[in-house]
């Protein structure tokens, strides 16, 4: 039940304030439980607010849950490498990348239910709109971990696709983690911040010597095990 000293302090809210508000309450309801045992009743009562206005702000249910998922998964990975200092003795850019991976691991860990619940719907192709969601923030993501990684925009089509296929990576390595029990959180965050920049140094310079006559380095061949 909303009471007087809840309308007064709800009115003094803005519209962004307000509309922040009912979708950090539908966010905490969505990832605690499964999307059809949440109404948007029980979302309005828990924000504070009336239903009539949780549907002008948000429309439908569903509208509100999508909203929730593209809040979810555009958030940024964060820090940038402009937040690291310069005067680390180690390298700034994995510095940055593993800082980045904790904070993504965090998000993730926090709102668990809501985040699978969201792959797990784009991912069968039945809901467009689930899936669009996704792949914009996959594409977006991707732009991201590339400039902390200190990949400009120059960077070949082929390291573009394996930042992307890291993407679906990272997703798995969640549910092995959360889901299944497989992996340990240290375990996770050793293959999420490791895994990345070794395809990066290894494979981007055999694939790009793949185009052409000139044969993948020695070494190269020796970290796939062709050469003694």
């Given at each position: 039940m909303v009471t007087q000293k809840d309308a007064k302090r709800w009115n003094r809210l803005d519209y962004d304030e307000r509309k922040a508000q009912i979708l950090a309450t539908a966010q905490k309801l969505f990832s605690e439980r499964p999307y059809g045992s949440v109404s948007t009743t029980e979302i309005a009562e828990a924000a504070g607010v009336t239903r009539g206005l949780l549907h002008h702000y948000f429309g439908t249910k569903r509208d509100l849950y999508l909203e929730v998922v593209r809040e979810l998964v555009d958030s940024p990975v964060v820090p940038l490498l402009d937040a690291i200092g310069s005067d680390h003795q180690e390298d700034p850019t994995r510095l940055g990348w593993a800082e980045s991976v904790e904070a993504w691991m965090e998000l993730v860990e926090a709102h668990q239910g809501a985040w699978f619940i969201a792959i797990s719907a784009g991912e069968t192709g039945q809901d467009e709109a689930m899936r669009e969601i996704l792949d914009q923030s996959r594409d977006r993501t991707a732009t991201q971990v590339m400039k902390v990684l200190g990949l400009d925009?120059?960077?070949?089509?082929?390291?573009?696709?394996?930042?992307?296929?890291?993407?679906?990576?990272?997703?798995?390595?969640?549910?092995?983690?959360?889901?299944?029990?497989?992996?340990?959180?240290?375990?996770?965050?050793?293959?999420?911040?490791?895994?990345?920049?070794?395809?990066?140094?290894?494979?981007?310079?055999?694939?790009?010597?793949?185009?052409?006559?000139?044969?993948?380095?020695?070494?190269?061949?020796?970290?796939?095990?062709?050469?003694?």
């Open positions: 925009d120059s960077a070949s089509p082929e390291t573009r696709a394996l930042v992307m296929a890291f993407g679906r990576f990272a997703e798995e390595i969640t549910r092995e983690w959360l889901l299944r029990g497989r992996l340990t959180r240290d375990q996770a965050r050793v293959l999420l911040v490791g895994s990345l920049p070794m395809l990066v140094d290894r494979l981007v310079p055999e694939m790009a010597a793949s185009q052409t006559d000139v044969p993948p380095e020695p070494r190269l061949r020796r970290w796939a095990g062709q050469v003694s």
